[in-house]
């Protein structure tokens, strides 16, 4: 499971809140004994959580990484001509270093090797991207 350790620890406090509004609500004995219950419960669920370890991705999954094809999707722009220069960079961080550049006019997506270039055009649409003068 991608969230357990995030889930455990929004759970927990769910149940903490509920319970101890149960407890502090004075309606009936029982219910004190569930709201009691409850919150106990609650902090085990915190507890839990904030002891299990963070799920880290795999150097597998690592350096296969691409992001998706529709994060910069225009749906108002119907053709070429009408949409937008924009585009996303994504550098790992972790050897192999590698960047990922999504093109939002034509959603490719082009892997360089090391970190972002100086200037880049699209190789698909033919766009310039950027072109940094320094």
């Known amino acids: 499971m991608q969230y357990l350790r995030t889930n455990f620890i929004f759970s927990g406090w769910i149940c903490l809140i509920l319970g101890t509004g149960i407890v502090f ?23 839990l959580g ?37 585009f996303r960079i994504d550098t790992t961080l972790d050897e192999p270093i590698k960047t990922s ?17 100086k200037s880049f055009k699209c190789p698909k649409c033919k766009l310039e991207l950027w072109d940094e003068e320094e």
């Not at 094809?69 to 220069?85: H, M, R, T, W």
């Not at 997506?109 to 270039?117: A, G, L």
């Open 25 to 47: 609500s004075d309606l009936d004995g029982v219910l004190s004994v569930i709201g009691t219950t409850m919150s106990l419960a609650g902090l085990t669920l915190i507890l």
């Open 101 to 117: 550049i999504l093109c939002g006019n034509c959603s490719e997506i082009t892997i360089v090797e090391n970190s972002k270039p």
């Open 50 to 86: 904030i002891s299990s370890k963070q799920q880290a991705m795999t150097p597998n999954q690592i350096s296969s990484w691409k992001p998706s094809k529709d994060d910069l999707d225009d749906p108002l722009a119907s053709n070429f001509e009408n949409k937008k220069i924009k």
